[in-house]
């Protein structure tokens, strides 16, 4: 019989490219992580690592136990989520991440009813950006993560993770409330001679707003960056610049402008380990609602959203 401990290693190490970073991931030390390969690798009786330069590389036989052990981590969270279901609540460890809009939006008062409802469920959360958060998921860092994507600008699909969709978003021009230059703007027309401030390059967001202003025909002049949606409403408040935001979970005031441009709103969804049977894996037993993810259940949708600063004006953009 194959050490089940083992086996995950080395999905480890197919996932991870290192034995650096799969003792890091671990908390083991990278000798201890090879010399349980190499235990592996007696207990299989085939090659499943080669030297290629200074790292390794998984063996086609390699390759077929890590496509089994998939199959078997699934099972045995299968096994662990029956078993807590016959309990009479909901106990253990959800690890969850989530984009800074939805950590705004309606986590506070998800988490808040889940410890109420559930007190034995410890629920941890961190914030990630969705593309890394997908991987850290796929991998078993988290159980669940909550993320967006935008229009022709789909997040990265893994094996192994179900999609869920919870809800779609609008998205809008916020406007600085009173500064002279940005007082005739009310469409993203015409906001292609002032300033703006966006994500860091390489946010989903960055690159989805930046092709929607090409496709209206001009380079946003972009002299701010940063990821803290706080700091960029302070920016606008100002009278610095104009960027374009969620209508959820974004703090700008929740009277705007209405001015939409054809397309689609940005879809919001839960993605997890995909089931082996009927039900989810890894679900450790919570309670679901209509759609699956548990967010139904408690009425806690990615519509709702906190209380906002009043002094930002704002023009409903669609994406195209």
């Known amino acids: 019989m194959l050490d089940v401990r083992r086996l995950r290693l080395l999905r480890e190490l197919s996932l991870r490219g290192t034995l650096a970073e799969v003792a890091e991931a671990l908390h083991q030390s990278p000798s201890s992580v090879s010399q349980q390969l190499t235990q592996l690798e007696h207990e299989v009786g085939v090659e499943l690592l080669r030297k290629v330069g200074r790292r390794v590389a998984l063996t086609p036989a390699a390759e077929v136990l890590v496509a089994h052990t998939a199959v078997i981590l699934q099972q045995l969270e299968l096994a662990e989520s029956e078993v807590a279901a016959l309990g009479s609540d909901v106990a253990g460890t959800l690890r969850m991440s989530v984009f800074q809009s939805a950590a705004i939006a309606f986590m506070p008062e998800l988490l808040a009813e889940l410890a109420v409802r559930h007190p034995r469920l410890r629920v941890t959360m961190t914030q990630r950006e969705p593309e890394a958060a997908l991987h850290e998921t796929w991998v078993r860092e988290f159980d669940l993560v909550i993320a967006e994507q935008y229009p022709s600008h789909a997040a990265p699909w893994h094996p192994e993770l179900d ?158």
């Open 163 to 320: 999609r869920v969709a919870l809800t779609t978003d609008s998205l809008r021009l916020a406007v600085p409330p009173s500064a002279a230059r940005f007082g005739r703007i009310s469409s993203l027309a015409d906001a292609a001679h002032v300033p703006w401030v966006m994500e860091p390059t390489g946010a989903a967001s960055r690159h989805w707003a930046e092709q929607l202003c090409r496709h209206m025909g001009f380079e946003p002049d972009v002299r701010y960056e940063t990821a803290d949606l706080q700091a960029q409403v302070a920016l606008i408040e100002a009278g610095n610049a104009v960027t374009i935001s969620r209508s959820d979970g974004h703090p700008v005031a929740p009277e705007c402008r209405p001015h939409r441009v054809a397309g689609q709103p940005a879809p919001i969804g839960v993605h997890r380990h995909a089931p082996v049977t009927g039900r989810q894996s890894g679900d450790r037993g919570l309670p679901c609602g209509t759609d699956g993810t548990g967010a139904d259940a408690y009425g806690m949708r990615a519509s709702q959203s906190v209380q906002c600063a009043q002094s930002v004006r704002c023009a409903h953009v669609s994406p195209v």
